[in-house]
């Protein structure tokens, strides 16, 4: 009977070297989408070109320049071969003239003298290397040559029998002087089309930019009125479906809004006839109870209307923090409860004033409910506006916190029984916070109960 081997991984440690690395570009690269699109059409271009150029320095301009130095050289030698052979005139008149006219060069006969020591060599000069391989391979004899002290020039010497050949010749004449322009005109129109793809680029991405802004903006309950669709196909068509969405959106809560204002006219009228009902009753225990039950069920059609219905017909308008929370702070004292408000710094956010205030409220409620003490802080923090209400209670434990976020939802065990309630101040709460494009946090208080804590973009 066989039995089936293991199957080891000998790619393992490549595949984790991949993973790191994936994730170290990741880190490195451009988050957004302009800067990864021009990255995608400038990288191309600069590998090309440096292979372009490589090329073009490693065959043509070393090809023609080791070309050109060979020439210079062989008329140079042939200069040393009638230096050698042929009998001079005393001075070299002729040798100079012919080197003058012929060659157009400048030739000099010197004494015989030692050469000078080695000139230091640049470290990417083409013409000191050619033009020494070709002398020791045309010429065969000691020579110095200078290809740095005149920018215009290069000095060439050769040891003789009897004398020092010194040669001056112009520097275009022993390599490729012209090879730049070809660099230049290829960088120059690189430079130009990168420009004009960043144009395009630029008019490719603004609708991109446009759908996400109307889309947070919508996210964040402010209105979207200018947007439309633009650009290519595919963007054309997520735009559309955007808008085709928020209009879903805004008729289902038009409708939902329409509905619950027919229920609670229903419900109010009914209330109010008991009301009216109750009041030609005599007061006793019975009737006084009645009454309490209409009142109760009156405030919890209010808050049901309130988490139904929303803050979807209210706009955005500059407001002043620290006054709200003055506000908040004065009412809260005319009921009877010990609440402190305080703001840091600057305090004129954005928001959605009433329904800011309706959050806030409820916070401060629920603490005032089941502690004796609350206390408001508010700043505004790299663009957030950050607002702390902690109550000195007898707190949420931390595993029911996020249920206490559900619609009619009510911890008799860690809150006080006696207190009657919808289950859906938190609930409302939240709901603005999200809203507004932020959230709401619940935590553990310094005063020892529950610390809720509202974070949304000023």
């Not at 009921?335 to 305090?347: I, K, L, N, P």
């Amino acid at each position: 009977m066989l039995r089936r081997l293991p199957i080891t991984i000998p790619f393992k440690p490549l595949v984790h070297g991949y993973r790191s690395a994936a994730r170290l570009v990741y880190r490195v690269m451009p988050k957004g989408l302009f800067t990864r699109t021009f990255l995608i059409i400038v990288a191309p271009i600069v590998i090309l070109q440096s292979v372009l150029v490589f090329v073009f320095m490693e065959r043509h301009y070393q090809l023609v320049s080791r070309r050109m130095s060979e020439a210079v050289v062989r008329e140079i030698a042939a200069v040393v071969y009638v230096l050698d052979n042929f009998s001079q005139d005393q001075d070299y008149v002729k040798v100079e003239q012919m080197a003058s006219s012929a060659l157009g060069m400048s030739m000099t006969v010197l004494p015989l003298e030692p050469l000078p020591p080695p000139a230091p060599k640049p470290f990417f000069d083409v013409i000191d290397k050619e033009l020494s391989l070709a002398i020791s391979e045309k010429i065969g004899k000691p020579f110095w040559i200078d290809t740095v002290g005149r920018s215009r020039f290069v000095e060439i010497r050769i040891q003789l029998e009897n004398s020092i050949l010194r040669v001056f010749t112009r520097r275009s004449q022993t390599y490729a002087s012209n090879s730049h322009i070809f660099l230049v005109w290829m960088f120059l129109t690189s430079l130009v089309l990168i420009f004009i793809a960043l144009l395009f680029l630029r008019n490719q991405i603004r609708p991109i930019v446009r759908l996400a802004d109307a889309a947070e903006g919508f996210g964040k309950g402010r209105p979207v009125e200018d947007f439309r669709a633009s650009g290519a196909r595919e963007v054309r068509r997520a735009s559309l479906a955007f808008i085709d969405m928020r209009r879903r959106i805004e008729r289902q809560i038009e409708q939902r809004t329409t509905m619950l204002a027919g229920v609670s006219h229903d419900l109010r009228t009914i209330l109010t006839r008991l009301r009216l009902q109750l009041a030609f009753l005599e007061n006793t225990p019975e009737s006084e109870a009645m009454r309490k039950d209409v009142d109760e069920m009156s405030h919890m059609l209010e808050d049901y209307l309130a988490f139904a219905s929303g803050d979807g017909d209210e706009h955005i308008e500059m407001t002043d923090m620290a006054l709200l929370l003055e506000e908040i702070e004065e009412e809260a004292e005319i009921s009877g409860y010990a609440v402190t408000t305080r703001f840091d710094g600057h305090s004129e956010a954005e928001v959605k004033r009433l329904s800011m205030k309706r959050c806030l409220s409820n916070l401060v409620t629920n603490g005032c409910k089941y502690g004796n003490r609350v206390d408001v802080v508010g700043c505004i923090e790299n663009n957030w506006l950050v607002i702390t209400i902690d109550d000195d209670g007898p707190g949420i434990p931390e595993d029911q916190r996020e249920v206490a976020f559900q619609a009619f939802h009510r911890l008799d065990l860690a809150r006080n029984q006696d207190e009657t309630g919808s289950g859906l101040g938190l609930s409302i709460a939240r709901d603005i916070a999200r809203s507004h494009g932020g959230d709401l946090y619940l935590d553990d208080s310094p005063l020892g109960g529950l610390r809720a804590k509202l974070r949304v973009p000023a």
